[in-house]
């Protein structure tokens, strides 16, 4: 029985610890808090928490002397109260009260002191000369209530939506951003007006609207309409309203009729792309992150006095489009982050440097160095990978095998990051592949080791060897004498210099594979070589440095070309070197994986396409 208890005590979900407001109500004793309804209010509901309250309050003595109100016939500034339930700093009477009342209702509640301000740790000062020990009574007339969007935490900007929008995104810097906005007082005094004619146009992020305006614009969606409350502080000059009087709060009445997407790729505002044309489904969820078969039309202009159109493919490709595949260094970069970053039937006018154009790409004849580029890019359609869910394993390996050899052909071409990415991309894949016997299994294990291989040269050659490293470790840590494993950690050791690591993979090598014997002894052989010459750059670099005698001081120099042993120069010295034996290559096809697609799985190598994303590669994949 007693086991049944605990069991049912374990399952028992947790109760919230009660919040501050909570805390506060139970202070509230029979008696000391009393209600009279002055005039009904209207609806079936008062607010509660989370929704925006907006009343007159006016306070008086039990013998009627006024103390103080909002309203401007008994000397306030005509300013009702806004605070929002939950977030806001009330006195507990009210806190208490006001959800008890409806839309447009009057009340009078009477307060012993311990409700108003002189509460024990009242979160609320009383105002000088405030009778806080006395019994008051607080009129209140409710306005009006309604669920907010609380921009700032200190409630100096609050949304009320009045229109859902449309869609999900919204404008951020530097969006261009067409809207219809006007202005009034807290009693509704027009102070401006653009609601005719052509909607305000204004670039997010350039403090063209007052501060607050902004950061609540930023919380809406096209074809949004909401009011804007916005507090002093927040209030800054702007080309919108040049002056600002003194005002406590502005109202800003809102419609966000469009917006369009501008992105700066780099963040440093030298590749930026434009949309001039929405395309269709939603953004990112719909654009081809994943490398993808894409299908595309541009203009490419050269950014100079002339602005001349260099290529046109409806006029220079018999009006075809371009058909390329992402994730494999056949376009510009700058082209192809911001191609990923589009939506089917979207055009945009992208602006790019020149060492993300040409400058590190074939360069068409008609295009000078150092050129700055603009492309009007329209995509038309992509194709996303094959989804290997559902299908065989030897489909599945046939597919992997397909994407290695881009791999391979990408590390060919010099494109390491490509490759790397392509490698790196199915091993996420084979996280999620079962084989289902012993046979399978080899085939998946050979296959994977590979990968893991080629990871590793593609980090030598970007001279990365303490990653190259560990990336052999990952095959060697499971099987110590993979013969592949040893040779490419130890081509990795010698790179970086540690020289006795190295030769004791190349000789074991030997000891547990003895048909790599002319390997390793070459391998061996150049490991010596390289000692040697480093031997001989250390002897000229500290000659004489012990020949002096007691007291004189010895400069260490290099040779007559001022040789300078470094970690960066014995990189330079055997980098590029690890593939010279035809042991190295382990980019030959696995068993029972012929090639027979040319799809790729992989995401872009480079940071800065997440990074102009806002989000985080890890969270993406």
Not at 26 to 47: E, F, V
Not at 140 to 163: H, S
Not at 243 to 270: A, K, N, P, T
Not at 281 to 293: R, V
Request: include cysteine; charged fraction near 30%.
């Amino acid at each position: 029985m007693a086991a049944n208890e605990d069991a049912a005590q374990e399952f028992e979900p947790k109760k919230k610890p009660p919040t501050e407001d909570e805390k506060r109500k139970k202070k509230i004793t029979p008696g000391s808090l009393m209600k009279a309804l002055m005039r009904p209010g209207g609806g079936d509901a008062g607010p509660s928490d989370g929704d925006q309250i907006i009343y007159h309050c006016t306070i008086r003595t039990l013998d009627g002397v006024l103390v103080e109100s909002t309203r401007s016939d008994y000397g306030g500034k005509g300013t009702p109260i806004r605070h929002v339930l939950g977030k806001s700093k009330m006195l507990l009477g009210l806190l208490e009260g006001i959800p008890t009342m409806l839309k447009g209702e009057v009340a009078m509640f009477k307060m012993k002191h311990q409700l108003h301000y002189g509460e024990d740790d009242c979160p609320i000062s009383a105002p000088d000369g405030f009778p806080k020990e006395d019994e008051l009574h607080f009129e209140i007339e409710l306005i009006d209530f309604f669920k907010a969007k609380v921009v700032t935490d200190d409630l100096g900007v609050v949304k009320k939506v009045v229109q859902e929008g449309q869609g999900w995104e919204s404008p951020r810097e530097p969006y261009e951003v067409k809207a219809w906005i006007s202005a009034k007082t807290v009693t509704g005094k027009l102070i401006m007006s653009h609601t005719e004619g052509e909607p305000y146009l204004f670039t997010f992020g350039k403090s063209e609207l007052p501060k607050g305006l902004e950061m609540a614009i930023g919380t809406m969606v096209r074809q949004e309409k909401a009011v804007i409350y916005v507090t002093t502080q927040y209030l800054t000059e702007s080309p919108l309203m040049p002056v600002i009087e003194d005002y406590d709060e502005v109202h800003f009445e809102v419609e966000l009729v469009h917006f369009i997407q501008v992105r700066d790729m780099l963040g440093d505002g030298c590749l930026i792309k434009r949309r001039i044309h929405d395309g269709k489904g939603d953004f990112p969820m719909d654009c081809p992150l994943h490398d993808s078969l894409l299908r595309v039309h541009y203009k490419g202009t050269v950014l100079n006095e002339e602005k001349k159109v260099f290529y046109d493919t409806r006029v220079d490709n018999d009006g075809q489009p371009l058909e390329f595949s992402s994730g494999e260094g056949l376009v510009p970069e700058g082209f192809e982050m911001s191609v990923r970053l589009m939506l089917p039937g979207e055009i945009a006018l992208v602006t790019c440097p020149p060492d993300y154009a040409y400058d590190k790409f074939p360069r068409p004849s008609n295009v000078p160095e150092g050129a700055h580029i603009q492309w009007e890019i329209e995509l038309l359609s992509f194709e996303t990978p094959k989804d290997w869910t559902g299908l065989d394993f030897k489909t599945i390996m046939n597919e992997a095998e397909s994407i290695r050899n881009t791999g391979n052909k990408l590390f060919k071409e010099g494109k390491y990051e490509l490759a790397k990415a392509k490698y790196e991309k199915l091993l996420r894949e084979f996280n999620h592949i079962n084989p289902q016997d012993d046979e399978e299994g080899k085939i998946f294990a050979d296959t994977r080791n590979l990968l893991h291989l080629n990871v590793a040269a593609c980090h030598l050659k970007l001279g990365e060897c303490k990653k190259s490293i560990e990336t052999c470790n990952k095959v060697l840590d499971a099987n110590p004498a993979h013969v592949k494993g040893l040779y490419r950690r130890g081509m990795a050791y010698m790179t970086a210099g540690d020289f006795e690591e190295a030769g004791a993979d190349f000789k074991m090598m030997m000891k547990v594979d003895k048909s790599t014997e002319s390997d390793a002894t070459a391998a061996l052989q150049k490991l010596k070589q390289k000692e040697q010459e480093v031997e001989k750059k250390a002897r000229k670099q500290f000659k004489g440095l012990f020949d002096k005698k007691p007291g004189e001081i010895a400069e260490a120099k290099g040779d007559a070309d001022g040789d300078q042993i470094t970690s960066e120069s014995l990189k330079d010295e055997v980098h590029g070197d690890s593939d010279e034996t035809s042991f190295e290559d382990s980019h030959e096809p696995p068993p029972e994986a012929p090639r027979n697609s040319w799809f790729s799985l992989f995401w872009p190598s480079g940071r800065r396409l997440f990074e102009s994303l806002g989000l985080n590669r890890c969270a993406i994949l």
